[in-house]
C-alpha cells in the first residue's frame, strides 16, 4: 500500500533529519588524524574530547524528550539541524583542540534532540507507521555510511576546517527545506490529543508522566531496549579489530592504492550496507507480524549469529562475508520492532518523553557493552565475548515474550485511560 500524502512528507522530512544526525556522528572520527598532527596533542586526550561530544548525543535524549512533548516534535527536529549545522560552522573556525571540544559538545546536545523528537512525529502523525520507520532507518544507515565517505574524501583535498564547513552545508539545506514542510503531526492520534503540553517542563508534569510509563508495560520495553543496545554498540564498536585479528584475514592484501585501510573495514562497511535492506524489512514487517513476536525471534536470531561467529570464521574469507552480510541484515531489522512497540505500549502525549527513555536505553545504557567487551576481550578468548553478546540477545527474547503473553499493551491503555492525573 502506498503511503497517504501526510505519510509521505513526514517520511521525508524524518529520513532527512535521521541521515544528517548520523552524517556528522560517523563523520566526526575522521577528522581524528587530522586534529592529532594539526594540535599536537595525545590521542588519548583527542579521544577525551570526542567523548565529550558524543556522551551528550545519548545522555540528552530524556530531556529532549520532555522537549518535544512540550513544543512538538517539528519544531525540535527543526532545533536540531539548525544546531548541528552551527556546531560544524563553529568547528570550522576552532583554531585550538579546546574550541574542537566545545564545537563537538554543541553538536552532541543538538543531535539528542533528533530520535526523540523524530520517533515521536512518526508515531503521531504517520498511519503506516512500520513504513515509515523502515524508511526512516534506512536514511540513517545511508548517513552512517555516507557521512564517514564523504569526510575522508573531502580530507584527502582539503584543509580540515574547510571539510567541516561543508560537512554542514546539507544539514542548513535540510532545515531550511524542513521550515517549508507541511503535515499533520497527530494524524494518527486522535484528533484530541494535546501534543503540545505545557505540563511536561514542569518537575511535577515530568515525574507524572515517568511513573505512568515505567509502572506500565512500558518498563519491559525499556530494559528489552537497553538490552538490544547492549548487543548493538557491542557489534558495531569491537567488530572492526575482531575482523582485523580472524585468521581468515591473513594474506589477504590490498592494492597500493588502499595503503592504511583494512581488508576487513571493507567488510564492515558491507554490513551497514546490508543493514539498510534489514530496516526496510523490519519496517514493512511490523505492519504483517506483532511486534512482541518479531522482538522475541530476531533476539533469537541475534543470539545464534554470536554463537556461531567463532566457528563460522574457522571456515574462510567467504564463510566470514555471508556471516557478517547476515548478522548486518538482523541487527538492524529488528530495530523498526522495537520503536513500534514504544508508540503501541505508551500514550500520544507522552511519546516524546517515551523515546526520550527509549534512546537513553539504547545509546546510554548501552554504551556499557563498550566497557564489558573490552575487559572480555582482555582477558578472555574471543568466544567468551561473542557468548557474553548472545546472553543480551536471550534476555531480550525473554522480555519479548512477557510482552507477548502478558497481554501488556491492553493493561497498560486501560490504567492509562482510567487513572486520574496528578
Not at 579521544?47 to 512533548?69: Q, R, T
Not at 579546546?98 to 539528542?112: C, N, P, Q
Request: proline residues 4%.
Amino acid at each position: 500500500m502506498a503511503l497517504n500524502p501526510n505519510d509521505r512528507a513526514i517520511a521525508r522530512f524524518t529520513m532527512l533529519g535521521h541521515g544528517l544526525v548520523h552524517w556528522f556522528e560517523l563523520s566526526i572520527p575522521i577528522f581524528l588524524v587530522t586534529w592529532h598532527s594539526s594540535f599536537d596533542v595525545s590521542l588519548a586526550t583527542l579521544g577525551f574530547i570526542i567523548s565529550l561530544g558524543y556522551a551528550p548525543f545519548g545522555i540528552g535524549a530524556l530531556p529532549a524528550g520532555v522537549l518535544a512533548d512540550r513544543f512538538g516534535p517539528k519544531r525540535l527536529v527543526l532545533a536540531c539541524l539548525a544546531g548541528m549545522s552551527l556546531s560544524f560552522m563553529a568547528l570550522a573556525v576552532a583554531n585550538s583542540v579546546y574550541l574542537v571540544g566545545a564545537a563537538l559538545i554543541g553538536w552532541g546536545i543538538a543531535a539528542s534532540v533528533y530520535h526523540p523528537a523524530g520517533m515521536a512525529l512518526i508515531s503521531t502523525g504517520a498511519s503506516q507507521q512500520g513504513t515509515v520507520f523502515a524508511y526512516h532507518g534506512m536514511a540513517g544507515n545511508a548517513g552512517i555510511a555516507l557521512g564517514p565517505f564523504a569526510a575522508a574524501t573531502l580530507l584527502y583535498f582539503l584543509d580540515w576546517p574547510l571539510v567541516a564547513a561543508l560537512l554542514a552545508l546539507p544539514a542548513v539545506v535540510g532545515f531550511l527545506y524542513g521550515l517549508r514542510a507541511e503535515f499533520d503531526t497527530t494524524a494518527a492520534v486522535d484528533s484530541d490529543v494535546d501534543t503540545e503540553d505545557e505540563e511536561a517542563l514542569t518537575l511535577s508534569g515530568f515525574l507524572s508522566n515517568s511513573r505512568r510509563l515505567l509502572a506500565s508495560a512500558f518498563l519491559v520495553v525499556f530494559v528489552l531496549v537497553a538490552f538490544e543496545g547492549l548487543f548493538y554498540r557491542g557489534v558495531l564498536t569491537f567488530l572492526p579489530e575482531i575482523l582485523q585479528g580472524l585468521p581468515a584475514m591473513e594474506g589477504i592484501e590490498l592494492t597500493a592504492g588502499l595503503t592504511g585501510i583494512e581488508p576487513g573495514d571493507y567488510i564492515y562497511v558491507g554490513l551497514l550496507v546490508v543493514g539498510i535492506a534489514g530496516q526496510y524489512a523490519g519496517g514493512k514487517l511490523t505492519d504483517r507480524l506483532p511486534v512482541e513476536r518479531g522482538l522475541a525471534g530476531i533476539f533469537v536470531v541475534l543470539a545464534v549469529l554470536a554463537l556461531a561467529f567463532v566457528p563460522v570464521s574457522n571456515l574462510g574469507i567467504a564463510a566470514v562475508v555471508v556471516l557478517c552480510g547476515v548478522l548486518g541484515f538482523f541487527l538492524f531489522v529488528i530495530q523498526p520492532f522495537y520503536q513500534v512497540a514504544v508508540a503501541q505500549y505508551t500514550p500520544p502525549d507522552s511519546r516524546g518523553l517515551s523515546y526520550g527513555y527509549t534512546y537513553l536505553a539504547e545509546f546510554g545504557f548501552g554504551a556499557a557493552s563498550i566497557a564489558v567487551g573490552g575487559f572480555v576481550l582482555d582477558q578472555f578468548v574471543l568466544g567468551a565475548f561473542f557468548a557474553v553478546l548472545a546472553s543480551f540477545a536471550l534476555v531480550g527474547s525473554g522480555l519479548a515474550v512477557v510482552l507477548l503473553v502478558g497481554e501488556g499493551r491492553i493493561d497498560f491503555i486501560q490504567r492509562y485511560e482510567t487513572e486520574p492525573a496528578d
